[in-house]
C-alpha cells in the first residue's frame, strides 16, 4: 500500500471532519471563522485526526464519535500554531503569509484563544471523562514544551535532552493522545490503548526531527518556509546542536556569533547550513528519526494484519521519507 492509497480508508471521515470544524466556527464575530478557516484551510496534512481515525477503526471502532473528537484535536493544533507565529516572530506558514502577518498578533491570539476553549467545550459534549482527561494533559504538556522553547531560544549550549523535551511535549503528545484516543472508542484493553499511544508519541518525534531537517535541506518551494526558518528565529534544533558539539573550535565560535545575530548577514547563513551538513548534522538527525519510527513500528506488533494497521505502518515510514 502506497500513500495515495491510505486515503481512501478515511476519506468520507476527512470530509465530515472538514464539515464539522466549518460548523464549528461559526461566530457572529466575523474575524473568528475568517482567521481560522484561513489557517485550518491552508494545506495541513490533517495528520492527527487521520491518525485518531485509523487508530479508531484498527481498535473496532467505525462509529460517529470519532469525527468531532478528531476535529477538537485539530483545533488545539491549529490553536497552537497561531499562538506559536505570534512568539516566533514568524510571517509564513504553509507557503503563505502567516495569520498574525496579516491580521496582527493579537487577532491571532485571540483567535487561538477561541479555538483552544472551543476544543474543550466539543469535549465536555462527547462528554468522556476520560478522553477530557487525556487531551487535558496532552495540551498542558504543549504548552510547557513550548514555554520551554522560548526559554532556550538562541541558547547555543541546550542539549539534547532539551531538544526531546521540546519535541516531545510540544509535537508528539497531541499525536499521541489522537491515537490514544482511537483506541478508547474501541474499547482496546489497557495493553493495546497503551501501544497505541506509544505509537502515536514516537511517531510525533520521529515527524518533528524530520520537519527540523527539513528546514536545512528543503527547497523553499518545497517546504513552504524559508531555508534557515528555525535558525533565524533563534530555535536551536537537533542537526545544530550535533554540529555544534562537533565542530572545530573556530567553527564553533562563527556558530554562536550567528546564532546571537541569526538575522545577519545571508552569507553566515549560507555559511551554517553548509557546516551543519559537513558536520553530519543532518545524517546524525535522519538516524534518530529511524530509529523513534522504529519503535513507532514495533508499538503495532500487537494488532492484527489488516488496512488499518498497514496504513499505520505506511505513515511511519512516509514520516521519514517525506519532502515537505
Same mark, same amino acid.
Given at each position: 500500500?502506497?500513500?495515495?492509497?491510505?486515503?481512501?480508508?478515511?476519506?468520507?471521515?476527512?470530509?465530515?471532519?472538514?464539515?464539522?470544524?466549518?460548523?464549528?466556527?461559526?461566530?457572529?464575530?466575523?474575524?473568528?471563522?475568517?482567521?481560522?478557516?484561513?489557517?485550518?484551510?491552508?494545506?495541513?496534512?490533517?495528520?492527527?485526526?487521520?491518525?485518531?481515525?485509523?487508530?479508531?477503526?484498527?481498535? =473496532?471502532?467505525?462509529?460517529?464519535?470519532?469525527?468531532?473528537?478528531? =476535529?477538537?484535536?485539530?483545533?488545539?493544533?491549529?490553536?497552537?500554531?497561531?499562538? %506559536?507565529?505570534?512568539? /516566533?516572530?514568524?510571517?509564513?506558514?504553509?507557503?503563505?503569509?502567516?495569520?498574525?502577518?496579516?491580521? =496582527?498578533? #493579537?487577532?491571532?491570539?485571540?483567535?487561538? /484563544?477561541?479555538?483552544?476553549?472551543?476544543?474543550?467545550?466539543?469535549?465536555?459534549?462527547?462528554? %468522556?471523562?476520560?478522553?477530557?482527561?487525556?487531551?487535558?494533559?496532552?495540551?498542558?504538556?504543549?504548552?510547557?514544551?513550548?514555554?520551554?522553547?522560548?526559554?532556550?531560544?538562541?541558547?547555543?549550549?541546550?542539549?539534547?535532552? /532539551?531538544?526531546?523535551?521540546?519535541?516531545?511535549?510540544?509535537?508528539?503528545?497531541?499525536?499521541?493522545?489522537?491515537?490514544?484516543?482511537?483506541?478508547?472508542?474501541?474499547?482496546?484493553?489497557?495493553?493495546?490503548?497503551?501501544?497505541?499511544?506509544?505509537?502515536?508519541?514516537?511517531?510525533?518525534?520521529?515527524?518533528?526531527?524530520?520537519? %527540523?531537517?527539513?528546514?536545512?535541506?528543503?527547497?523553499?518551494?518545497?517546504?513552504?518556509?524559508?531555508?534557515?526558518? /528555525?535558525?533565524?528565529?533563534?530555535?536551536?534544533?537537533?542537526?545544530?546542536?550535533?554540529?555544534?558539539?562537533?565542530?572545530?573550535?573556530?567553527?564553533?565560535?562563527?556558530?554562536?556569533?550567528?546564532?546571537?545575530?541569526?538575522?545577519?548577514?545571508?552569507?553566515?547563513?549560507?555559511?551554517?547550513?553548509?557546516?551543519?551538513?559537513?558536520?553530519?548534522?543532518?545524517?546524525?538527525?535522519?538516524?534518530?528519526?529511524?530509529?523513534?519510527? #522504529?519503535?513507532?513500528?514495533?508499538?503495532?506488533?500487537?494488532?492484527?494484519? =489488516?488496512?488499518?494497521?498497514?496504513?499505520?505502518?505506511?505513515?511511519?515510514?512516509?514520516?521519514?521519507?517525506?519532502?515537505?
Amino acid at each position: 500500500m502506497s500513500i495515495e492509497k491510505i486515503f481512501p480508508l478515511v476519506e468520507k471521515e476527512l470530509q465530515a471532519i472538514e464539515a464539522e470544524m466549518t460548523r464549528n466556527l461559526i461566530s457572529e464575530i466575523v474575524m473568528i471563522p475568517t482567521v481560522s478557516k484561513y489557517l485550518i484551510s491552508s494545506g495541513g496534512k490533517r495528520f492527527r485526526p487521520m491518525l485518531l481515525v485509523l487508530c479508531a477503526k484498527l481498535s =473496532g471502532y467505525y462509529g460517529p464519535r470519532a469525527i468531532p473528537l478528531a =476535529g477538537t484535536i485539530e483545533f488545539i493544533h491549529t490553536a497552537s500554531l497561531l499562538h %506559536d507565529d505570534v512568539v /516566533d516572530r514568524a510571517f509564513m506558514r504553509r507557503g503563505l503569509a502567516s495569520a498574525n502577518s496579516v491580521w =496582527g498578533d #493579537g487577532a491571532s491570539v485571540l483567535v487561538g /484563544d477561541f479555538l483552544f476553549t472551543k476544543a474543550f467545550w466539543l469535549l465536555t459534549q462527547d462528554g %468522556d471523562l476520560r478522553i477530557l482527561e487525556i487531551v487535558s494533559h496532552a495540551t498542558n504538556r504543549l504548552a510547557e514544551g513550548e514555554v520551554m522553547q522560548m526559554t532556550k531560544m538562541g541558547d547555543p549550549g541546550i542539549s539534547e535532552e /532539551d531538544y526531546y523535551y521540546v519535541v516531545t511535549n510540544k509535537t508528539a503528545v497531541l499525536i499521541a493522545a489522537a491515537c490514544q484516543i482511537g483506541a478508547i472508542l474501541g474499547g482496546s484493553s489497557p495493553e493495546k490503548e497503551k501501544c497505541l499511544s506509544t505509537f502515536g508519541l514516537n511517531l510525533g518525534i520521529a515527524f518533528q526531527l524530520m520537519d %527540523d531537517v527539513l528546514d536545512y535541506v528543503s527547497a523553499t518551494e518545497e517546504l513552504g518556509k524559508t531555508i534557515g526558518k /528555525d535558525l533565524s528565529e533563534g530555535k536551536i534544533t537537533l542537526p545544530l546542536i550535533h554540529t555544534l558539539r562537533t565542530c572545530s573550535p573556530d567553527d564553533k565560535n562563527r556558530l554562536i556569533q550567528v546564532i546571537h545575530d541569526p538575522k545577519g548577514k545571508e552569507e553566515d547563513l549560507k555559511y551554517i547550513l553548509e557546516l551543519v551538513r559537513r558536520t553530519g548534522g543532518i545524517d546524525y538527525t535522519i538516524r534518530q528519526a529511524e530509529n523513534f519510527a #522504529g519503535k513507532a513500528t514495533s508499538a503495532l506488533t500487537e494488532f492484527p494484519a =489488516g488496512p488499518e494497521k498497514d496504513a499505520l505502518l505506511i505513515l511511519a515510514q512516509y514520516t521519514i521519507q517525506r519532502r515537505k
